[in-house]
């Protein structure tokens, strides 16, 4: 993308209503006004929250809004270059229960309040094969320990990619800390009984990983304590 045009959709980001870009000191020194205020101030209602971590484009928040009109959707991704499509999108089908979050993950924590999220999505993230990227995939034990923060107790975790190495990793990493694991599967798109949601809604991506015969991977799990 050329720097025109990813300067253009920074631009057009800051004056969507639908995303919001506080820095990196808003956050942390807690001045960040919709931490526990979520429901009540962007979405004006009282359904369940939910979050897709590293949501890209936005492909799966923008699915996932359009089939629960019931709940609210946050997509957070820290390249607001590629959420622009998402967030342009909701803004032109209307769509307004989902928004977009430009921040790092790390960050987690200080962006929403103890128990004020539902359930989460991880969608295809980048697998950090290499042992000294271990600190970056997005289910190790302390990014584990920061979704539990601002999960409800009976919270919910998805995790969808078609690594089987993250797959194996997650799974030995749940089973190892005594995580629940709720349902587990080594490709959705073969074996009966997938969750809908998992199959229904595929990114770009994903479309094109099928067309290899790349099976994609799924996990459903609760974090405990």
Not at 88 to 105: G, S
Request: proline residues 4%.
């Amino acid at each position: 993308m050329g720097s025109k045009n990813k300067l253009r959709r920074f631009k057009e980001n800051e004056a969507f209503a639908n995303v919001f870009q506080p820095t990196r000191d808003e956050l942390v020194s807690s001045n960040f006004n919709l931490k526990g205020n979520w429901r009540t101030v962007v979405f004006k209602n009282n359904n369940p929250l939910v979050l897709e971590l590293g949501c890209g484009k936005g492909e799966y928040s923008i699915a996932l809004a359009q089939k629960y009109p019931n709940k609210n959707f946050i997509g957070i991704d820290i390249k607001g270059a590629r959420f622009w499509r998402g967030a342009k999108t909701a803004i032109e089908e209307n769509i307004n229960n989902v928004a977009f979050l430009r921040t790092q993950i790390e960050l987690i924590d200080y962006a929403f309040a103890e128990n004020e999220v539902d359930e989460i999505w991880i969608t295809f993230p980048d697998p950090q094969i290499k042992y000294k990227r271990t600190k970056h995939r997005m289910t190790n034990a302390k990014f584990l320990k920061r979704y539990n923060k601002i999960l409800k107790p009976e919270g919910i975790v998805n995790l969808k990619t078609d690594s089987e190495f993250m797959h194996g990793y997650t799974l030995g990493l749940l089973h190892g800390a005594g995580h629940e694991v709720l349902y587990a599967n080594h490709n959705v798109y073969k074996q009966e009984g997938s969750p809908e949601e998992v199959t229904s809604i595929q990114t770009f991506y994903e479309s094109q990983y099928l067309e290899q015969n790349k099976p994609i991977t799924y996990i459903r799990f609760k974090i405990n304590g």
